[in-house]
Structure formats: C-alpha cells, structure tokens
C-alpha cells in the first residue's frame, strides 16, 4: 500500500526536510580531520534539538544514534562512536533524518575529509549523486517505479570505468541489499525501490501526484556485494572497497518533482537535467 500524501501533509514533508538540509549542514562542517563521528552526532542532535524536531533514527529497531556515519568501505549503517575517528583522506557518508508533526524527511551525503583525495574517490562521489538526480528527473507523473531505477542504473553503467587503484577494483559495483523507498508518516515505507532494473520486480506502481519516495543510490569502487558486521547495523563491502550514498526525500506533484531535503527544493540540479522543480509549498 502506498501512502498517497495531499499537498498540506507534504508541505509538513517540506518542513521536516528543511531540518535534515540543516543538520547535513552543520555536520558537513564538522567532518574534519580529528572529529570522532560521535562528535558529527552530538553536532545532528543539537541541530534537531534547535528546530524543535523530532530525531527518526534514534531507536529505530534499536539503533543507537542520532545518524550513521558510513567511512570509507562501510556502505550504510554505519554507528557513531569515540575510536572512529576521521583522517585526512577519508571519505564518509552521513546518513540522517527528522520528524516534524509526524512527518519524515531522510537524505544522505558523501563528504570527503582533509585533502588529497585519490581522483577515484571523487568520480565515485560524482558519479553516486549524479545517479541519484537522474533518477529524481525520472520521478514524473504516469511514469513507472522502475523508471527512476533504470535512470538510476543506467547513469552509472554510461561513466567511465574507474582507475584501478588503492581503493578500486576498476569498476563500479551498485549495492544489490539496500535501496531507495517510499516515506511519509514512517521513513520506510512502500515501495521499495531498486538502484537496477530487475525482471522479477516487473514495473512497479504508477507514479501519481502525492507520490512521495527517499531516492538512494548506493555505489561501490568494486563489489555490488555487502555483509553486515557483528553490531547488526554496520554494512560494509565483502571486498573492502570504498563506496558512496547520496539521498534525498522527494514529493511528486501536479507540476513536478520537489526535492523535500534540497535546501532549493531541486530547482538548480533539476534545471540542467531539462525537468522544472515543484514551488516550494513553504516559499
């Protein structure tokens, strides 16, 4: 069943958003060399403290954080803690969301740490947030679930082969277990939405107005393959491969789609790939 949302619940939507577009901020500025990723926490949970929100990943199925910090081969999932802490060179992924009047909002970023980054590592970057756009260009009435997987998929397979290198395998893996999904008055909800194209999906339901999805491709310098680590939560590449996760919760509207954790709502990615962006309901 999906949750067809009313153009008020996705204004909340908006709101709620706003605040996850305030904390990737603020924790994009403290992921510095020396910061434990306990610190990043800490910084997420007085940014939601600040709005008056609620947080939507602290205890949810007992998880222990306000975020998850994902470094270098870890996938997603990854729990903030006092002995991670980042260096020079080390890429993470922030992963958080918020809830304002019952309302969720969820996105992801990859942030590079320090300097001197291998070239690999930022095309990864690049190409794992470009994925990502194609597939909220995709996000059109009429249009199928499988649409915006296909965009998804196909941005990625049309790049470059990567370099081989310290953390490559000269190619690029997308992540098979995780995906994106639907959210609303619960940040997981239907449907679940592939990264690929896969025949035993079919083509998933139409995409109508009022059609709200958290768009998250997942993309490895190697293996499409992950394992979960002893504390149940932590999932990192089976070859050790460093990868990247970009998120962003997005509404489908009459007049196109609205980038609900986009600080412009999408209107600047959105117009280089030829698609309007939906008035921001809040503007």
């Not at 924790?27 to 008056?52: F, Q, Y």
């Not at 999906?201 to 107005?209: A, E």
Request: net charge negative; hydrophobic share 40%; proline share 5%.
């Amino acid at each position: 069943m999906v949750q067809i949302k009313t153009p008020e619940q996705i204004a909340k939507m908006r709101e709620a958003g706003l605040v996850v577009a305030a904390i990737h901020a603020a924790t994009r500025e403290a992921a510095v060399p020396g910061a434990t990723t306990r610190d990043l926490d800490e910084v997420a949970r007085k940014v939601i403290a600040d709005h008056g929100a609620k947080s939507n990943f602290l205890g949810y199925g007992g998880f222990p954080a306000t975020i998850c910090t994902s470094v270098n081969e870890v996938v997603v999932h990854g729990i903030p803690d006092d002995k991670t802490v980042l260096k020079d060179g080390d890429i993470i992924s922030i992963d958080c969301g918020a809830i304002v009047d019952g309302w969720h909002g969820d996105a992801a970023y990859t942030a590079f740490v320090g300097t001197g980054h291998a070239p690999e590592l930022l095309e990864l970057s690049r190409v794992t947030e470009g994925s990502m756009w194609a597939g909220i260009a995709a996000m059109r009435v009429g249009a199928r679930l499988v649409d915006i997987s296909k965009a998804i998929e196909t941005y990625i397979k049309r790049q470059p082969r990567p370099a081989v290198g310290e953390h490559s395998l000269g190619k690029y893996g997308i992540v098979e277990d995780y995906g994106g999904h639907g959210i609303g008055t619960e940040m997981h909800m239907d449907p679940h939405l592939l990264n690929y194209v896969s025949r035993k999906r079919g083509k998933g339901p139409k995409l109508v107005p009022g059609f709200c999805l958290a768009i998250e491709p997942m993309v490895s310098l190697g293996t499409p393959h992950t394992e979960v680590l002893e504390d149940d939560w932590t999932v990192v590449s089976t070859d050790g491969t460093w990868s990247s996760h970009w998120e962003h919760s997005v509404a489908l509207t009459e007049e196109g789609p609205l980038v609900l954790t986009a600080v412009d709502g999408g209107r600047a990615k959105l117009a280089e790939l030829g698609v309007t962006a939906a008035p921001d309901p809040l503007a």
